[in-house]
């Protein structure tokens, strides 16, 4: 892992596998108000690794965006601003202490999504950490520069409202 500051981050990535974690669909099926219409706002939250020093960089306001992995339709399925980072013991797995990421974030749906093949064909994001290091811990990131070529895809796919709401507008001046 290559050592990083905050000033290098664009937006944090947190990540689930469908099938060997969190069932983000099942999930997302299981909520009455998930159900609702999409792109929706909603308040979450994610486990992030006690063992990467990231964790702890992860800071309020910094934006981040939610990509689900697996062999089926993998991408960025949410993107928001971190509320709050803070221990989580109620998830004891582990000494440090894991860690918890709150946070707004925009639900962009399964025809909003961006899926992971479009990321590879972007100029600007095809060598994101993501693809290059796949099975890293939470949180992964992608650069300023690559968060702003996520801004641009989101941007295409939903109304600037939406994305001011997640406030990714902020990459896209």
């Known amino acids: 892992m290559v050592p990083i500051e905050h000033g290098d981050v664009g937006c944090w990535v947190v990540k689930c596998n469908p099938v060997t974690g969190t069932d983000y669909f099942a999930a997302i099926a299981a909520d009455d108000e998930a159900r609702g219409p999409v792109p929706n706002l909603h308040a979450d939250s994610w486990c992030l690794s006690p063992r ?16 689900v992995t697996g062999p089926k339709n993998p991408g960025v399925y949410e993107v928001g601003w971190v509320v709050e980072n803070r221990e989580d013991p109620s998830n004891s797995i582990g000494v440090p202490e894991p860690r918890k990421v709150y946070y707004m974030g925009l639900r962009l ?26 099975m890293m811990s939470n949180p ?22 939406v994305v001011a709401a997640a406030r990714w507008n902020t990459l896209l001046t």
């Open 140 to 161: 992964s990131y992608l650069t300023v520069d690559e968060a702003r070529v996520l801004a641009r895809l989101v941007a295409a796919r939903v109304s600037e409202d």
């Open 109 to 134: 749906g399964a025809d909003n999504h961006v899926p992971r093949g479009l990321i590879q064909a972007t100029p600007g994001l095809d060598r994101c950490e993501q693809l290059r290091a796949p």
């Open 52 to 67: 990467s020093g990231r964790s702890r960089m992860v800071s309020p306001g910094d934006l981040i965006a939610l990509w």
